[in-house]
């Protein structure tokens, strides 16, 4: 039995790992595609920017706003690329996949 334990929580790792890859290559493409297309002053960072203020800094309001405004331009530009549905998929098997990571591991 702990046999079978070990070879799911391994899986589940792996699969933790592999969406993890496909969420960061998928966005790295997406960003240089956009960078090529968009003009110099609207570049796109891989990180958001750093916060203005010790208040934005604690209480991160729009922790998301930078990834969402980036796949909106992605998709306003290349309207029929698949990117935007792999990041979101690898974002879903990546939560799935970690939380069934952390429940196999409970206990141990």
Same mark, same amino acid.
Request: charged share 15%.
């Given at each position: 039995?702990?046999?079978?334990?070990?070879?799911?929580? =391994?899986? $589940?790792?792996? !699969?933790?790992?592999?969406?993890?890859?496909?969420? @960061? $290559?998928? =966005?790295?493409?997406?960003?240089?595609?956009?960078?090529?297309?968009? %003009?110099?002053?609207?570049?796109?960072?891989? $990180?958001? %920017?750093?916060?203005?203020?010790?208040?934005?800094?604690? =209480?991160?309001?729009?922790?998301?706003?930078? $990834?969402?405004?980036?796949?909106? &331009?992605? *998709?306003?530009?290349? %309207?029929?690329?698949?990117? %935007? &549905?792999?990041?979101?998929? @690898?974002?879903?098997? =990546?939560?799935? !996949?970690?939380?069934?990571?952390?429940?196999?591991?409970?206990? *141990?």
């Amino acid at each position: 039995m702990e046999l079978i334990a070990n070879v799911v929580y =391994w899986l $589940f790792g792996t !699969c933790v790992v592999a969406g993890f890859g496909v969420i @960061g $290559f998928s =966005w790295e493409r997406m960003r240089k595609q956009l960078n090529q297309v968009l %003009p110099s002053g609207q570049k796109v960072a891989m $990180f958001p %920017p750093p916060a203005r203020s010790f208040e934005e800094l604690v =209480w991160k309001t729009n922790g998301l706003g930078h $990834f969402l405004t980036v796949l909106d &331009q992605y *998709r306003k530009i290349y %309207p029929s690329s698949s990117l %935007p &549905q792999n990041v979101a998929m @690898g974002v879903v098997a =990546w939560i799935l !996949c970690f939380m069934a990571l952390l429940a196999s591991g409970v206990g *141990r």
